[in-house]
């Protein structure tokens, strides 16, 4: 069992080894998405610190949304996709490994180069470390839930935009916890309950997604 | 050679049996409209708080309950569906969907319309309000999934899954919603609730509700019969009908 | 082994076949036969459960299938119009992860890709390779797990006549060790040493 | 009557809200005429084919 987990997630890792475009895009496009704001808002510190929680969370909550069109994209092209289903591993378990492969390469360097972001936006440095940790929990969340979009999408031509408009809503409660507890952190309140939520609502999409990605992918390759 | 004739017998009973109760269920709906709308407009005493706008709580209120009402039974049909293989309950889900967003929608138009007055904006980003327009995107992500795909087996799948996603999701964003509200908005407004309901209050605002209720089914059973004869136009019991003039 | 009994499957609305059944004892090889758009490859997509049964049921060494899908899996292998590989990967590393995703690890993998040629291109990335050397890739995922039944879609596309050679090669030693095929083709194969079933399908 | 169609100054948002749902509900119940209606001729075009089919066959199968 374990070891076609670490196959596919290996594999999958080289191929974005090899592909760079594929994660270098989302990277680049909330790098661009947080500097608009100053230009478009206007220098003056105090508003930006006031805007920066939720600026950085929706540019990132949009990062993840256009890298996921990718997920499962390139395995239908090509075929491999109906290897994965016709594999004797449950295809719950392979679908995790694809959409921690995919978090790894889209996810994680958004985690890293945010606090870069927040110190554009002049957010306190002391709601930074919040900052990491909900966005750690909450593109996590948002890879599982909207890997479920992109299995329901992955065989329509023009599936970007529908992806976005059914995922959305599913992310707007990640969102809500995730740049509240960034704000509740700027000014010094106690933020734990928003980053136990973020994590409850973590768990529940470890253990509701996979299922239902299982299942919307057997459709989509019909 | 079992499911196919299970499947077929089962829409021809649904249809005698949706013939019988479309009507029925549509006079019932007239009445209890009727009868709501004259008892909330002219029987039903002054609110002493909110004057005479409180009246639009007899339009509001039933809207939004039916838009959550009609999602349940999608979900509801949706789990069917994908468990049983009923084709039936997918059909049901998929006329269903439009009659939802129209009802959300119409939550949302009275429910700015009733808030005008209190906030003074046409907007106002209320729990309540809010979960709703989530609410809308919910079943128009669930109509759009259902039109981009064509192979029709597939896209009923497809937005069975969704709409059970959808279902699990409702309850987490409505307390997000309002746990995001209480934490940002002062509670110093009047809470978006029904006023202290007198009796006489209350009874056209269960007319209304009932009757809204029951205006869905009838169109919901007349919208399923259409399907059908379209699905089996080619059947016999669908000839014989059409030959008697019984459609 | 693999027995299918009054199947019907539907496009839409198009009935593409209906009331189709065989079955498969080991070491048989069958070839479907029918022209264009019969619904050869909606039979073989249906066999591996990618496409839902409008009726009937198909049942892999007498469990049926929906309930048998872990093992029926483990015992099969399908090899459709598509490659199924990734071009940004070289020969070697897209068998490691077949094979691995298969569960099958103990297979020498240096032996498959010699015996299917592609030795001297095993670590260029497949992009680089020609249709036909990218078909023996797909060739060689065969060989990666010990399977029962092969499922093939036109094996022989853009093969030469090596290629071709090797494919009714492999066919014919997988039937002698008491494996079975199902397989669609447009150019005959010459199968010596094994009984060749056709079923032909539509009209 | 003047001052009931006033709603106590609330007009503006009492009417149109009472307006607009009946507004919602009949274009639902027309759109499920038309809907009945297009089944309708849906199954007439059927019929039509099949017996169009059934006299080229031959049969003549009176309907």
């Given amino acids: 069992m374990g070891g076609a987990f670490w196959a596919l997630l290996k594999r999958d890792m080289l191929l974005a080894f090899r592909r760079r475009a594929d994660w270098l895009n989302p990277l680049v496009f909330f790098v661009i998405v947080v500097t608009l704001f100053p230009l478009g808002i206007g220098p003056d510190p105090g508003l930006l610190r006031d805007i920066a929680p939720g600026v950085l969370w929706v540019a990132a909550l949009l990062a993840t949304l256009l890298a996921l069109d990718g997920l499962f994209r390139s395995d239908f092209d090509d075929g491999s996709l109906e290897q994965l289903l016709l594999s004797p591993q449950p295809l719950s378990v392979l679908v995790l490994a694809k959409v921690l492969a995919h978090w ?8 890293l180069l945010s606090p870069l972001l927040a110190v554009v936006m002049q957010l306190q440095v002391v709601a930074i470390p919040v900052l990491l940790v909900s966005l750690l929990v909450g593109t996590l969340t948002l890879s599982l839930v909207g890997a479920i979009g992109a299995a329901l999408t992955v065989g329509l031509q023009r599936g970007g935009v529908l992806l976005a408009l059914l995922v959305l809503p599913l992310f707007i409660p990640v969102l809500i916890f995730g740049s509240s507890s960034v704000i509740a952190a700027a000014s010094g309140f106690a933020v734990d309950a928003q980053l136990y939520l973020l994590g409850a609502l973590f768990l529940l999409a470890l253990v509701l997604a996979p299922p239902a990605i299982a299942a919307a992918l057997r459709i989509s390759t019909e | 050679m079992f499911q196919w004739f299970h499947r077929l017998a089962a829409s021809k009973n649904f249809y005698r049996l949706a013939e019988i109760l479309g009507p029925l269920f549509g006079v019932l709906g007239a009445i209890l409209l009727t009868l709501g709308v004259y008892r909330g407009l002219f029987v039903a005493p002054t609110d002493y708080e909110q004057g005479e706008s409180y009246r639009i709580i007899y339009v509001h209120v039933p809207s939004a309950w039916m838009s959550m009402f009609v999602y349940m039974v999608m979900a509801f049909c949706s789990a069917l569906f994908l468990i049983w293989k009923m084709k039936l309950a997918d059909i049901i889900a998929e006329v269903s969907a439009p009659m939802g967003a129209a009802f959300t929608f119409l939550a949302l138009a009275t429910g700015s319309l009733w808030g005008k007055p209190m906030w003074g904006t046409w907007w106002e980003w209320d729990a309540r309000l809010t979960s709703e327009l989530i609410l809308l995107f919910l079943y128009i992500g669930y ?3 259902r039109a981009s795909i064509d192979n029709r087996g597939s896209a009923a799948r497809a937005a069975a899954i969704l709409a059970l996603v959808g279902v699990v999701n409702i309850p987490i964003i409505h307390y997000s919603v309002e746990w995001w509200n209480t934490l940002h908005q002062p509670a110093s407004i009047t809470k978006f609730d029904t006023p202290s309901i007198h009796i006489s209050m209350l009874v056209p605002l269960l007319m209304m509700a009932l009757g809204f209720t029951f205006f869905y089914f009838t169109n919901m059973l007349s919208r399923a019969r259409s399907v059908i004869l379209e699905r089996e136009a080619n059947n016999n019991w669908v000839k014989d009908r059409f030959r008697e003039n019984r459609l | 082994m693999l027995l299918a009994q009054d199947l019907a499957v539907f496009r839409g609305e198009h009935c593409v076949f209906a009331g189709l059944g065989f079955e498969l004892r080991s070491g048989e090889v069958l070839q479907l036969h029918g022209d264009n758009g019969s619904g050869k490859t909606t039979l073989l997509r249906a066999l591996c459960t990618l496409l839902p049964l409008e009726q009937g049921t198909i ?3 007498g469990s049926a299938l929906p309930g048998a899908r872990a093992q029926y899996f483990s015992e099969m ?10 071009s940004d990967l070289s020969p070697r590393e897209n068998l490691i992860a077949g094979a691995a995703l298969r569960g099958s690890d103990s297979i020498d993998i240096d032996a498959i890709i010699e015996r299917v040629g592609l030795s001297d291109k095993a670590e260029l990335s497949c992009r680089s ?3 036909g050397q990218r078909r023996r890739v797909t060739l060689a995922r065969l060989l990666t797990s010990h ?5 093939l879609d036109e094996p022989l596309t853009s093969l030469d006549v090596h290629g071709r ?3 009714e090669a492999l066919i014919v030693e997988h039937a002698k060790q008491g494996g079975s095929v199902i397989y669609t083709t447009h150019q005959p194969l010459s199968l010596d040493g094994c009984d060749v079933r056709s079923l032909k399908i539509g009209l | 009557m003047t001052e009931f169609l006033a709603m106590g100054g609330y007009a503006a948002y009492v009417w149109p809200s009472f307006g607009l749902t009946f507004i919602v509900m ?4 027309l759109s499920t005429f038309s809907r009945r209606r297009k089944a309708i001729a849906a199954v007439r075009r059927q019929h039509a084919v099949n017996t169009q089919k059934n006299q080229q066959a031959g049969t003549g199968e009176s309907v």
């Fill in chain 3, 165 to 167: 050679a090797l494919v």
């Fill in chain 3, 129 to 131: 390779l020609s249709a």
């Fill in chain 3, 59 to 61: 049942s892999w060494r």
């Fill in chain 3, 77 to 86: 292998i399908y090899s459709g119009h598509s490659e199924a590989i990734k």
């Fill in chain 3, 147 to 151: 399977t029962a039944l092969w499922v």
């Fill in chain 4, 26 to 29: 009949v274009t639902i119940q």
């Fill in chain 1, 104 to 111: 790894l390469v889209t996810g994680l360097p958004l985690l």
């Fill in chain 2, 143 to 145: 109509m759009a999934l």
